[in-house]
């Protein structure tokens, strides 16, 4: 077997390339799986060929074993005329020679409008870095093999760390391959408001709730934003419990994200917590400062701009809390650049950006910072909040700035009014009380005004 261990090692890149042509596999699918795989050794008494898995890959060991195990051996009887077996095992094993041998295992129409998938979020627009490599592995390997591996997948991570991107990004994958797939993707607000419809208008009726059930449990791939959201709901739990066993049961693939891990979610039912640890937990952190830059510099790439690096690492070293918060500085930088008209200078870059890098001082929490924070949690415009606008969608932000400018500053109730374009102080204390009351009950808005806090003020 000398010769044949001579040539794999001599041709394991195009080994490796040969493996990708013959079965198509996408570039992120490659670049995942393929690539970082070693060439370690032959058994010569088994003719068993040792592949090598990096030891910080050590999740996903059984899949590339279930998934790419026969590829490699077709591929390599072939070139070299000589049946064998593939054993992969991970790299820091190699030396005691342990073996861990895997067994394989194996509506609404399927387009992207049902879906209800945002086409910005896609695997190739997903930044990998060390923060959040392990997420990112688990969730291609749940888009290759809907319902076979790491079902439920479970994403958690703090605000504006790319926790929805890649739920979007498995929707696309999967859809990609086969369209004809029943996904369906909301939030966990969406589905309570549903249920919450279905009760109302359904007294009597019960077809109404047999439609929410038949929209739910007949997808093949359910991704759910923010489950967090569902606690305090007792009738959102219930129904979300059926759900959940529904689709696990006929092996139907459920993708959860969350600020926490579900052992945190303590106040949310045990058996729902129990069940969200079934398959795969996987955490984001906030990203290192290369992961920073790769990530400004490709967003840069897909709005085809040219930015000077200087810029990149001016943004790269000042915000460093989340990805959102980043592309938020990039795009007020290119915004400035497109109404200006002009080159953009550091001295330029630094005034645009100044209500967001505070030259790392102690940010000073201040109404208009408030104002700008909680409108970008909303999704709404600041001016929009300080209007008289009386329309649904700016009643609560607004509250909740009011809410939040007495607890986290000085300013009177007279002061709040005046910012936010209100004659009568009462408005404010309306407000405030409104907000202080609803979290006595309100698991959701809680949250929501924890993660805010956290932006403002973070620890």
């Known amino acids: 077997m000398s010769n044949i261990r001579s040539f794999i090692s001599d041709n394991w890149e195009n080994i490796k390339n040969t493996v990708r042509n013959e079965y198509e596999l996408s570039d992120v699918s490659y670049y995942t799986w393929i690539e970082p795989l070693i060439f370690h050794d032959i058994n010569d008494e088994n003719k068993e060929i040792i592949i090598l898995i990096p030891s910080d ?54 387009n992207y409008e049902s879906a209800n998938l945002n086409s910005k979020y896609l ?37 504006g760390m790319g926790k929805t991107h890649l739920i979007h990004a498995i929707g696309h994958f999967i859809l990609n391959n086969n369209p004809k797939t029943k996904i369906l993707y909301t939030t966990s607000e969406d589905f309570t408001n549903e249920v919450i419809t279905a009760i109302r208008i359904g007294r009597g009726d019960p077809s109404i709730m047999a439609e929410l059930r038949e929209k739910y449990r007949t997808v093949d791939v359910l991704l759910l934003d923010d489950i967090q959201f569902i606690i305090g709901k007792e ?17 139907k693939q459920i993708i959860l994200t969350s600020d926490k891990p579900p ?30 830059m790769a990530i400004l510099q490709r967003n840069a790439e897909i709005q085809n701009k040219k930015i000077n690096e200087q810029v990149f690492d001016y943004i790269a070293k000042n915000v460093t809390s989340n990805v959102r918060e980043l592309e938020s500085a990039l795009n007020k930088v290119l915004a400035f650049s497109k109404i200006e008209n002009q080159e953009l200078n550091m001295q330029d870059i630094e005034e645009t950006l100044k209500d967001i890098i505070y030259n790392n001082e102690k940010k000073e929490i201040t109404p208009k910072l408030i104002i700008n924070i909680v409108a970008e949690h909303y999704n709404v415009d600041p001016a929009d909040i300080t209007s008289k606008k009386r329309n649904q969608e700016f009643a609560q932000p607004r509250h909740v700035v009011m809410y939040l400018c007495r607890q986290l500053t000085d300013y009177p109730y007279n002061q709040i009014a005046k910012i936010l374009g209100k004659k009568d102080h009462s408005t404010v204390i309306h407000g405030y009380d409104k907000i202080k009351n609803d979290l006595l009950e309100n698991e959701e808005l809680k949250n929501k005004i924890d993660v805010i806090m956290k932006v403002i003020s973070p620890k």
Not at 134 to 154: D, I, M, Q, T
Not at 235 to 251: D, G, I, K, P, V
Not at 264 to 284: C, H, P, Q, V
């Open 57 to 110: 890959q050590y999740h996903t060991l059984k899949y590339v074993t279930s998934k790419y195990a026969l590829f490699f051996k077709v591929t390599i009887t072939e070139l070299t005329e000589t049946d064998c077996d593939i054993i992969f095992i991970l790299e820091k094993d190699k030396e005691q020679g342990e073996r861990k041998i895997i067994n394989d295992g194996i509506v609404y129409s399927g």
């Open 123 to 159: 695997f190739d627009s997903f930044v990998v870095g060390n923060n959040n490599r392990f997420a990112h592995s688990a969730a291609l390997a749940v888009a290759e093999s809907p319902g076979l591996v790491y079902n439920p997948l479970y994403i958690y991570s703090g605000s």
């Open 235 to 251: 009738s959102t739990q219930e129904e979300f419990f059926h759900t959940f066993n529904a689709l696990h049961m006929n092996e």
């Open 263 to 292: 052992k945190d979610l303590e106040t949310l039912e045990e058996r729902l917590r129990s069940r969200f640890s079934w398959g795969l937990i996987a955490d984001m952190q906030a990203p290192d400062y290369e992961t920073r």
